[in-house]
Protein backbone atom coordinates (compact mmCIF):
# COMPACT_ATOMS: atom_id res chain seq x y z
CA UNK A 1 0.00 0.00 0.00
CA UNK A 2 2.28 2.61 0.79
CA UNK A 3 4.78 1.58 -2.09
CA UNK A 4 1.55 2.33 -4.07
CA UNK A 5 1.26 5.19 -2.50
CA UNK A 6 4.74 6.40 -3.33
CA UNK A 7 5.15 5.45 -6.78
CA UNK A 8 1.57 7.46 -7.89
CA UNK A 9 3.61 10.99 -7.73
CA UNK A 10 5.96 9.69 -9.95
CA UNK A 11 3.50 8.28 -12.47
CA UNK A 12 1.68 11.71 -12.39
CA UNK A 13 5.45 13.49 -12.47
CA UNK A 14 6.01 11.31 -15.41
CA UNK A 15 2.53 11.61 -17.34
CA UNK A 16 2.64 15.57 -16.93
CA UNK A 17 6.28 15.60 -18.37
CA UNK A 18 4.76 13.18 -21.09
CA UNK A 19 1.57 15.80 -22.18
CA UNK A 20 4.49 19.05 -21.78
CA UNK A 21 6.86 17.19 -24.52
CA UNK A 22 3.27 16.10 -26.69
CA UNK A 23 2.78 19.99 -26.60
CA UNK A 24 6.00 20.95 -27.26
CA UNK A 25 5.94 19.29 -30.63
CA UNK A 26 2.52 19.81 -31.56
CA UNK A 27 3.95 23.73 -31.40
CA UNK A 28 6.80 23.38 -33.54
CA UNK A 29 4.15 20.74 -35.71
CA UNK A 30 2.36 24.06 -36.66
CA UNK A 31 4.72 26.57 -36.55
CA UNK A 32 2.72 29.55 -38.26
CA UNK A 33 -0.44 28.60 -36.79
CA UNK A 34 0.87 29.02 -33.00
CA UNK A 35 2.59 31.94 -33.66
CA UNK A 36 -0.53 33.30 -35.01
CA UNK A 37 -2.20 32.05 -31.74
CA UNK A 38 0.45 33.84 -29.81
CA UNK A 39 -0.11 36.70 -30.98
CA UNK A 40 -2.95 38.26 -29.31
CA UNK A 41 -1.40 36.70 -25.40
CA UNK A 42 1.93 38.36 -26.32
CA UNK A 43 0.50 41.27 -26.79
CA UNK A 44 -1.91 41.45 -24.07
CA UNK A 45 0.76 40.66 -21.48
CA UNK A 46 3.53 43.01 -22.85
CA UNK A 47 0.92 45.78 -23.00
CA UNK A 48 0.38 45.23 -19.16
CA UNK A 49 3.69 44.83 -18.32
CA UNK A 50 4.99 47.77 -19.97
CA UNK A 51 1.91 50.34 -18.63
CA UNK A 52 2.80 48.84 -15.12
CA UNK A 53 6.32 49.80 -15.43
CA UNK A 54 5.58 53.44 -16.92
CA UNK A 55 2.76 53.76 -13.93
CA UNK A 56 5.34 52.67 -11.46
CA UNK A 57 8.48 54.52 -12.69
CA UNK A 58 5.75 57.81 -12.68
CA UNK A 59 4.64 56.92 -9.59
CA UNK A 60 7.81 57.14 -7.90
CA UNK A 61 9.48 59.90 -9.78
CA UNK A 62 6.26 62.19 -8.41
CA UNK A 63 6.56 60.63 -5.02
CA UNK A 64 10.54 61.70 -5.32
CA UNK A 65 9.46 65.09 -6.46
CA UNK A 66 6.94 65.67 -4.09
CA UNK A 67 9.11 64.28 -1.53
CA UNK A 68 12.26 66.68 -2.23
CA UNK A 69 10.05 69.63 -1.50
CA UNK A 70 8.65 67.91 1.59
CA UNK A 71 5.59 65.89 2.44
CA UNK A 72 4.34 68.51 5.31
CA UNK A 73 4.02 71.43 2.59
CA UNK A 74 0.50 73.32 3.15
CA UNK A 75 0.20 76.12 0.93
CA UNK A 76 -2.08 78.67 0.19
CA UNK A 77 -2.40 80.49 -2.65
CA UNK A 78 -5.85 82.33 -4.99
CA UNK A 79 -6.18 79.83 -7.60
CA UNK A 80 -6.94 76.34 -7.22
CA UNK A 81 -4.36 73.77 -8.16
CA UNK A 82 -4.54 72.93 -11.90
CA UNK A 83 -2.94 70.94 -14.63
CA UNK A 84 -2.52 71.14 -18.48
CA UNK A 85 -3.27 75.02 -18.35
CA UNK A 86 -6.74 76.10 -18.93
CA UNK A 87 -9.20 79.08 -18.38
CA UNK A 88 -9.37 80.20 -14.77
CA UNK A 89 -12.87 80.02 -13.86
CA UNK A 90 -14.78 83.34 -13.22
CA UNK A 91 -15.36 82.76 -9.07
CA UNK A 92 -11.95 82.15 -8.65
CA UNK A 93 -11.01 85.63 -10.54
CA UNK A 94 -13.43 87.51 -8.15
CA UNK A 95 -11.15 86.32 -5.06
CA UNK A 96 -9.49 88.96 -2.98
CA UNK A 97 -5.16 88.79 -3.52
CA UNK A 98 -3.52 86.98 -0.32
CA UNK A 99 -0.99 89.03 1.05
CA UNK A 100 2.39 89.31 2.56
CA UNK A 101 0.63 90.86 5.47
CA UNK A 102 -1.68 87.24 5.97
CA UNK A 103 1.80 85.31 5.49
CA UNK A 104 2.78 87.26 8.30
CA UNK A 105 -0.17 86.64 10.49
CA UNK A 106 0.34 83.23 10.21
CA UNK A 107 3.65 83.55 10.87
CA UNK A 108 2.03 85.76 14.33
CA UNK A 109 -0.95 83.86 15.51
CA UNK A 110 0.31 80.11 14.44
CA UNK A 111 1.34 78.29 17.47
CA UNK A 112 1.82 75.09 14.95
CA UNK A 113 3.90 76.74 12.22
CA UNK A 114 7.58 76.29 11.74
CA UNK A 115 8.47 78.72 9.03
CA UNK A 116 6.32 80.33 6.81
CA UNK A 117 7.33 81.28 3.30
CA UNK A 118 6.16 83.90 1.00
CA UNK A 119 6.49 83.73 -2.71
CA UNK A 120 6.19 85.63 -5.35
CA UNK A 121 6.73 84.52 -9.15
CA UNK A 122 7.36 86.72 -12.38
CA UNK A 123 6.55 84.64 -15.66
CA UNK A 124 6.61 85.64 -19.28
CA UNK A 125 8.58 87.46 -22.35
CA UNK A 126 9.05 90.54 -19.71
CA UNK A 127 11.62 88.95 -18.20
CA UNK A 128 15.74 88.50 -18.96
CA UNK A 129 18.38 86.91 -16.77
CA UNK A 130 21.84 87.43 -18.20
CA UNK A 131 25.66 86.90 -16.91
CA UNK A 132 28.25 90.05 -17.29
CA UNK A 133 28.84 88.22 -20.46
CA UNK A 134 25.53 88.40 -22.44
CA UNK A 135 24.97 85.13 -22.38
CA UNK A 136 21.27 84.10 -20.85
CA UNK A 137 19.91 81.80 -18.52
CA UNK A 138 17.36 78.65 -20.25
CA UNK A 139 14.21 80.62 -18.71
CA UNK A 140 14.51 79.52 -15.05
CA UNK A 141 11.33 80.40 -12.65
CA UNK A 142 11.93 83.97 -10.80
CA UNK A 143 10.76 84.10 -7.48
CA UNK A 144 10.73 86.64 -5.07
CA UNK A 145 10.76 85.07 -1.17
CA UNK A 146 11.80 85.61 2.34
CA UNK A 147 14.45 83.41 5.00
CA UNK A 148 11.70 80.77 4.84
CA UNK A 149 11.50 79.61 1.97
CA UNK A 150 14.55 77.15 2.70
CA UNK A 151 12.46 75.40 5.61
CA UNK A 152 9.23 75.49 4.05
CA UNK A 153 10.63 73.81 0.51
CA UNK A 154 13.09 71.52 1.94
CA UNK A 155 15.95 72.97 0.52
CA UNK A 156 19.54 74.12 1.61
CA UNK A 157 22.29 76.15 0.53
CA UNK A 158 24.83 73.94 -1.09
CA UNK A 159 27.34 77.18 -1.56
CA UNK A 160 27.19 80.49 0.07
CA UNK A 161 24.36 81.81 2.28
CA UNK A 162 20.45 81.83 2.09
CA UNK A 163 18.95 84.90 2.55
CA UNK A 164 18.44 86.86 5.83
CA UNK A 165 15.89 89.42 7.68
CA UNK A 166 18.21 91.97 6.30
CA UNK A 167 18.07 91.14 2.86
CA UNK A 168 14.54 91.46 2.93
CA UNK A 169 14.29 94.80 5.13
CA UNK A 170 16.41 96.77 3.00
CA UNK A 171 15.48 95.68 -0.51
CA UNK A 172 19.14 93.84 -1.47
CA UNK A 173 20.31 92.88 -4.65
CA UNK A 174 21.13 89.36 -3.82
CA UNK A 175 20.03 86.39 -5.11
CA UNK A 176 20.30 82.53 -4.52
CA UNK A 177 20.63 80.40 -7.81
CA UNK A 178 19.56 77.29 -8.60
CA UNK A 179 22.43 74.15 -9.85
CA UNK A 180 21.14 74.96 -13.55
CA UNK A 181 21.54 78.85 -13.79
CA UNK A 182 24.96 78.23 -12.75
CA UNK A 183 25.81 75.35 -15.28
CA UNK A 184 23.96 77.60 -17.99
CA UNK A 185 25.75 81.13 -17.34
CA UNK A 186 28.99 79.82 -14.87
CA UNK A 187 29.99 76.60 -16.52
CA UNK A 188 33.24 76.60 -15.73
CA UNK A 189 33.84 79.86 -12.69
CA UNK A 190 32.24 79.56 -9.30
CA UNK A 191 29.48 81.45 -9.65
CA UNK A 192 29.69 82.94 -6.00
CA UNK A 193 30.10 87.01 -5.75
CA UNK A 194 29.34 87.07 -9.76
CA UNK A 195 26.63 89.31 -10.71
CA UNK A 196 23.25 88.27 -12.55
CA UNK A 197 21.80 90.50 -14.33
CA UNK A 198 18.02 90.67 -13.98
CA UNK A 199 16.26 92.97 -16.30
CA UNK A 200 19.38 94.81 -16.62
CA UNK A 201 19.76 95.36 -13.02
CA UNK A 202 22.27 93.63 -11.07
CA UNK A 203 22.43 91.18 -8.40
CA UNK A 204 25.04 89.64 -6.72
CA UNK A 205 24.88 85.85 -5.91
CA UNK A 206 24.98 85.23 -2.53
CA UNK A 207 24.40 81.48 -2.88
CA UNK A 208 23.36 77.90 -4.69
CA UNK A 209 20.80 75.64 -3.74
CA UNK A 210 21.25 72.04 -3.54
CA UNK A 211 20.45 69.92 -6.08
CA UNK A 212 16.77 68.18 -6.19
CA UNK A 213 14.93 65.29 -7.90
CA UNK A 214 14.29 66.58 -10.96
CA UNK A 215 10.66 65.90 -13.19
CA UNK A 216 8.50 67.77 -15.47
CA UNK A 217 10.62 70.39 -16.53
CA UNK A 218 13.14 70.30 -13.89
CA UNK A 219 12.17 73.80 -12.65
CA UNK A 220 13.59 73.13 -9.06
CA UNK A 221 16.85 73.20 -10.45
CA UNK A 222 16.33 76.36 -12.84
CA UNK A 223 15.74 78.88 -10.64
CA UNK A 224 16.42 82.32 -9.33
CA UNK A 225 15.89 83.82 -6.05
CA UNK A 226 15.73 87.33 -4.78
CA UNK A 227 14.44 88.68 -1.63
CA UNK A 228 10.54 89.71 -2.24
CA UNK A 229 10.66 93.23 -1.13
CA UNK A 230 12.92 93.55 -3.81
CA UNK A 231 11.11 91.90 -6.41
CA UNK A 232 7.78 94.40 -4.99
CA UNK A 233 10.05 97.59 -6.10
CA UNK A 234 10.99 95.61 -9.41
CA UNK A 235 7.45 93.99 -10.40
CA UNK A 236 4.51 96.14 -8.42
CA UNK A 237 2.45 95.32 -11.42
CA UNK A 238 2.85 91.36 -10.27
CA UNK A 239 1.84 92.81 -6.76
CA UNK A 240 -0.65 94.95 -8.18
CA UNK A 241 -1.95 92.83 -11.17
CA UNK A 242 -4.98 90.83 -9.72
CA UNK A 243 -3.30 87.39 -10.60
CA UNK A 244 -2.04 84.67 -8.89
CA UNK A 245 -0.43 87.31 -6.51
CA UNK A 246 1.54 85.40 -3.60
CA UNK A 247 1.74 81.73 -2.99
CA UNK A 248 2.08 81.27 1.50
CA UNK A 249 4.20 77.58 1.88
CA UNK A 250 4.22 76.48 5.86
CA UNK A 251 5.44 73.42 7.71
CA UNK A 252 4.65 72.22 11.08
CA UNK A 253 6.48 72.37 13.95
CA UNK A 254 5.49 68.72 14.70
CA UNK A 255 4.73 66.62 11.12
CA UNK A 256 2.44 65.10 12.91
CA UNK A 257 0.54 67.69 13.33
CA UNK A 258 0.14 68.54 9.63
CA UNK A 259 -3.90 68.51 9.27
CA UNK A 260 -4.12 70.60 13.07
CA UNK A 261 -1.93 73.26 11.81
CA UNK A 262 -4.14 73.43 8.20
CA UNK A 263 -6.96 73.83 9.95
CA UNK A 264 -5.68 76.40 12.26
CA UNK A 265 -4.15 78.57 9.18
CA UNK A 266 -7.22 78.41 7.76
CA UNK A 267 -10.03 79.38 10.70
CA UNK A 268 -6.80 82.30 11.00
CA UNK A 269 -7.09 83.24 6.93
CA UNK A 270 -10.49 83.58 6.90
CA UNK A 271 -10.80 85.39 10.33
CA UNK A 272 -8.80 87.91 8.74
CA UNK A 273 -10.79 87.90 5.51
CA UNK A 274 -14.01 87.97 7.25
CA UNK A 275 -15.70 84.52 6.22
CA UNK A 276 -18.73 83.51 7.84
CA UNK A 277 -19.19 80.15 9.02
CA UNK A 278 -21.80 79.20 6.20
CA UNK A 279 -19.30 80.81 3.30
CA UNK A 280 -16.74 78.52 1.48
CA UNK A 281 -12.80 79.64 1.46
CA UNK A 282 -11.97 82.29 -1.10
CA UNK A 283 -8.16 80.65 -1.07
CA UNK A 284 -6.81 77.43 -2.66
CA UNK A 285 -5.12 74.60 -0.07
CA UNK A 286 -2.43 72.84 -1.65
CA UNK A 287 -0.61 69.91 0.30
CA UNK A 288 1.79 67.69 -0.86
CA UNK A 289 0.05 64.75 -0.06
CA UNK A 290 -3.04 65.55 -1.46
CA UNK A 291 -1.37 65.95 -5.11
CA UNK A 292 0.37 63.45 -4.97
CA UNK A 293 -2.82 61.10 -4.66
CA UNK A 294 -4.19 63.55 -7.56
CA UNK A 295 -1.47 62.10 -9.50
CA UNK A 296 -2.16 58.75 -8.42
CA UNK A 297 -5.58 58.80 -9.58
CA UNK A 298 -4.61 60.16 -13.14
CA UNK A 299 -2.35 57.63 -13.57
CA UNK A 300 -4.48 54.86 -12.02
CA UNK A 301 -7.06 55.35 -14.73
CA UNK A 302 -4.68 55.70 -17.58
CA UNK A 303 -3.29 52.46 -15.99
CA UNK A 304 -6.97 50.95 -15.99
CA UNK A 305 -7.63 52.31 -19.53
CA UNK A 306 -4.81 50.31 -21.04
CA UNK A 307 -4.57 47.09 -18.78
CA UNK A 308 -8.78 47.01 -19.74
CA UNK A 309 -6.88 47.09 -23.54
CA UNK A 310 -4.50 44.54 -22.82
CA UNK A 311 -7.40 42.66 -21.28
CA UNK A 312 -9.37 42.56 -25.23
CA UNK A 313 -5.93 41.44 -26.60
CA UNK A 314 -6.19 38.65 -23.75
CA UNK A 315 -10.05 37.74 -24.57
CA UNK A 316 -9.24 37.72 -28.58
CA UNK A 317 -6.18 35.53 -27.97
CA UNK A 318 -8.23 33.03 -25.63
CA UNK A 319 -10.81 33.05 -28.70
CA UNK A 320 -8.20 32.10 -30.65
CA UNK A 321 -6.64 29.29 -28.61
CA UNK A 322 -9.55 27.86 -28.24
CA UNK A 323 -10.24 27.50 -32.01
CA UNK A 324 -6.93 26.33 -32.75
CA UNK A 325 -7.07 23.63 -30.07
CA UNK A 326 -10.80 22.44 -31.26
CA UNK A 327 -8.77 22.27 -34.80
CA UNK A 328 -6.29 20.11 -33.02
CA UNK A 329 -8.58 17.72 -31.22
CA UNK A 330 -10.63 16.82 -34.84
CA UNK A 331 -7.31 16.77 -36.55
CA UNK A 332 -5.79 14.25 -33.94
CA UNK A 333 -8.67 12.17 -33.48
CA UNK A 334 -7.29 8.70 -34.24
CA UNK A 335 -5.24 9.31 -31.90
CA UNK A 336 -7.09 10.08 -29.31
CA UNK A 337 -9.05 6.62 -30.51
CA UNK A 338 -5.80 4.94 -30.33
CA UNK A 339 -4.59 5.78 -26.92
CA UNK A 340 -8.35 5.11 -25.52
CA UNK A 341 -7.79 1.74 -27.24
CA UNK A 342 -4.59 1.38 -25.18
CA UNK A 343 -6.25 2.65 -21.77
CA UNK A 344 -5.98 6.43 -21.63
CA UNK A 345 -9.04 7.16 -19.24
CA UNK A 346 -11.35 10.82 -20.23
CA UNK A 347 -9.02 12.89 -17.79
CA UNK A 348 -5.95 11.49 -19.43
CA UNK A 349 -7.12 12.98 -22.23
CA UNK A 350 -8.17 15.55 -20.86
CA UNK A 351 -5.30 16.57 -19.21
CA UNK A 352 -3.14 15.86 -22.45
CA UNK A 353 -4.86 18.54 -24.29
CA UNK A 354 -5.26 21.32 -21.18
CA UNK A 355 -1.27 21.04 -20.86
CA UNK A 356 -0.84 21.67 -25.13
CA UNK A 357 -3.57 24.91 -24.11
CA UNK A 358 -1.79 26.35 -20.89
CA UNK A 359 1.87 25.54 -22.70
CA UNK A 360 1.17 27.54 -25.85
CA UNK A 361 -0.31 30.61 -23.51
CA UNK A 362 2.23 30.30 -21.45
CA UNK A 363 4.79 30.37 -24.13
CA UNK A 364 3.01 33.62 -25.74
CA UNK A 365 2.92 34.82 -21.90
CA UNK A 366 6.90 34.24 -21.63
CA UNK A 367 7.11 36.49 -25.15
CA UNK A 368 4.86 39.03 -23.64
CA UNK A 369 6.98 39.39 -20.69
CA UNK A 370 10.12 39.61 -22.79
CA UNK A 371 8.62 41.94 -24.93
CA UNK A 372 7.26 44.17 -22.03
CA UNK A 373 10.76 44.10 -19.97
CA UNK A 374 12.18 45.15 -23.34
CA UNK A 375 10.05 48.19 -24.30
CA UNK A 376 10.41 49.17 -20.43
CA UNK A 377 14.13 49.25 -20.54
CA UNK A 378 14.08 50.77 -24.13
CA UNK A 379 12.25 53.85 -23.02
CA UNK A 380 14.72 53.67 -19.64
CA UNK A 381 17.38 54.21 -21.66
CA UNK A 382 16.33 56.53 -24.60
CA UNK A 383 14.04 58.82 -22.65
CA UNK A 384 15.69 58.98 -19.23
CA UNK A 385 12.60 57.99 -17.64
CA UNK A 386 12.68 55.66 -14.51
CA UNK A 387 10.51 52.85 -15.41
CA UNK A 388 10.32 49.90 -13.14
CA UNK A 389 9.15 46.43 -13.13
CA UNK A 390 7.83 44.97 -9.95
CA UNK A 391 7.60 41.47 -9.64
CA UNK A 392 4.37 40.68 -9.45
CA UNK A 393 3.67 42.02 -12.47
CA UNK A 394 5.66 39.51 -14.35
CA UNK A 395 3.67 36.75 -11.75
CA UNK A 396 0.59 38.13 -12.73
CA UNK A 397 1.48 38.79 -16.84
CA UNK A 398 2.59 34.90 -16.36
CA UNK A 399 -0.23 34.03 -14.30
CA UNK A 400 -2.98 35.44 -16.26
CA UNK A 401 -1.72 33.55 -19.72
CA UNK A 402 -1.62 30.50 -18.65
CA UNK A 403 -5.41 30.69 -17.17
CA UNK A 404 -6.14 32.11 -20.34
CA UNK A 405 -4.99 28.56 -21.76
CA UNK A 406 -6.71 26.46 -18.84
CA UNK A 407 -9.73 28.44 -19.10
CA UNK A 408 -10.23 29.06 -22.91
CA UNK A 409 -8.73 24.93 -23.52
CA UNK A 410 -11.19 23.95 -21.25
CA UNK A 411 -14.08 23.22 -24.06
CA UNK A 412 -11.72 21.57 -26.57
CA UNK A 413 -10.36 19.04 -24.46
CA UNK A 414 -13.35 18.00 -22.54
CA UNK A 415 -14.24 17.49 -26.71
CA UNK A 416 -11.54 15.04 -26.90
CA UNK A 417 -12.35 13.47 -23.92
CA UNK A 418 -15.55 12.42 -24.61
CA UNK A 419 -14.80 10.82 -28.07
CA UNK A 420 -15.95 7.98 -28.79
CA UNK A 421 -13.40 5.62 -28.97
CA UNK A 422 -14.41 3.29 -32.04
CA UNK A 423 -15.85 6.18 -34.07
CA UNK A 424 -12.53 7.86 -33.09
CA UNK A 425 -10.75 4.58 -35.29
CA UNK A 426 -12.62 5.14 -37.95
CA UNK A 427 -12.25 8.68 -38.39
CA UNK A 428 -10.28 9.63 -41.77
Keep these: ?71 TLVQFQKFEPRFGGGRIPEEQRRRRDLTREDAEALKRLSTLVAAVSQERYMFGTGLTIKNRRGEEANGPTFCGTNPDYAPANNSSVDDGRFFVDADIIHASRTCVIGPDVVKALWPRKDPMGQELMVNGVPFQVIGVLDKKPEFGDGGANNIVLIPISTFDEMFPQVKNGGGDTIHIATIPKDPAGMDALTDQEVAILRARRGLRP ?33 GIALLVGGVGVMNIMLV ?29 AVSLTGVGGAIGIAFGLGIALLVRAALDFPAATPLWSILLG ?11 GMWPALKAAKQDPIEALRYE
Excluded: Y
Aim: charged residues 15%; without cysteine.
Design 1 to 71: MAAAALRKPKILRAISKENFLFAVRAMFAQKLRSFLTLLGISAGVATVIAMVSFVVGFNNAVTEAFTAFGT
Design 398 to 408: FGVSTSIGLLF
Design 328 to 356: TVTERTREIGVRKAMGATRKDIAAQFLVE
Design 278 to 310: NQPNDFAIFTSEAQLQQFRQITGGIAGAMILIA
